[in-house]
């Protein structure tokens, strides 16, 4: 099985995650099946079958959440050399094209969320971005074109 690689935020979200579902989620559902039980007939019980397929969905997340904590390697800052882009990395890039600066945090795939910069090792500008250094000039093929940036900084 493949190792998922995470930072250690990245860990401990997906750590809380789980034990939120597992503790919290299952009582509630729970408590939503007891009551749809209790109004008579589950053939055609609407809020029956819409609470036992919220079960489904939160025990395939719990599934897939274990799954994926039993097989992370967290990956340590001091690990990770810090003069190249790796996981864990804040890139700071100038875009060549529009002539702006932009950062990201290279993270898991997990974790990645593009609104808050934080972009996966996995997507397209991410597998580009890995293992260069300051002052190269990256060019990524993304579906809407042609990226071009130059590398600032690499910090940790």
């Known amino acids: 099985m493949a190792r998922v690689y995470l930072t250690r935020d990245g860990y ?5 995650e789980l ?3 597992k503790r919290v989620k299952r009582r ?3 408590s939503a099946i007891e009551h749809a039980r209790s109004l008579g007939d589950l053939k055609e019980n609407a809020e029956y079958h819409s609470a036992k397929e919220a079960l489904a ?4 997340r719990v599934a897939e959440l274990e799954d994926k904590l039993s097989r992370a390697e967290i990956i340590e800052d ?3 050399s810090s003069d190249k882009a790796y996981i864990g990395a804040k890139i700071t890039l100038f875009d060549l094209d529009t002539e702006e600066q932009v950062e990201y945090a290279l993270v898991g795939s997990d974790e990645a969320d ?5 972009i996966s090792t996995d997507s397209p500008v991410g597998k580009a971005l890995l293992g260069c250094k300051k002052d190269d000039v990256v060019k990524i093929d993304v579906p809407a074109g042609t990226l071009e940036y130059k590398v ?3 910090s940790r």
Do not use: C, P, R
């Not at 401990?12 to 809380?16: D, F, S």
């Not at 969905?57 to 395939?60: A, R």
């Not at 593009?114 to 934080?118: D, K, V």
């Open 78 to 80: 001091s690990q990770i």
């Open 28 to 30: 509630e559902i729970s």
């Open 12 to 16: 401990e979200k997906l750590a809380e």
């Open 57 to 60: 969905i939160n025990e395939k």
């Open 114 to 118: 593009a609104t808050l910069g934080l």
């Open 152 to 154: 600032i900084k690499i």
């Open 19 to 21: 034990e939120h579902l």
